[in-house]
């Protein structure tokens, strides 16, 4: 079975929302994206990404399912009718995902690899 592990939210301060989440919740960094804060509760992580351009709206930005085998779940996506996006992890040891748009148009990523801080 596939497992939510990632949130990413578009935020307007990566560090005051770290900040926020980590005295709101308890929650601990785990890691620094290009554009942001990974955090993490022990199981999900939660990507706190920098507002970039005027398109770009605060608040969920998509979400990212571990998966056990990344072509297999593919087929099963497509089959369900979304489709891919973008990206392909490069390496076994990248946190890296595939990019795929659901019926809807809602994006999410997809791992086989797992995010930093999130636990299969």
């Known amino acids: 079975m596939s497992k939510l592990r990632h949130v990413a939210l578009i935020v307007s301060d990566p560090e005051a929302s770290a900040a926020f989440y980590e005295k709101a919740f308890g929650m601990t960094r ?10 993490t509760d022990g199981m999900m992580n939660l990507a ?5 351009g005027e398109k770009e709206r605060l608040g969920v930005f998509h979400f990212g399912m571990w998966v056990e085998d990344l072509d297999k779940a593919e087929k099963a996506i497509q089959g369900a009718g979304g489709s891919y996006l973008t990206g ?4 076994p040891n990248s946190f890296y995902e595939a990019k795929y748009r659901d019926p809807d148009g809602i994006v999410f990523d997809v791992t086989h690899t797992g995010w930093a801080g999130a636990k299969q």
């Open 30 to 39: 785990c890691g620094t994206a290009r554009r942001g804060i990974y955090m």
């Open 88 to 91: 392909r992890p490069t390496s």
């Open 48 to 52: 706190l990404l920098k507002k970039e």
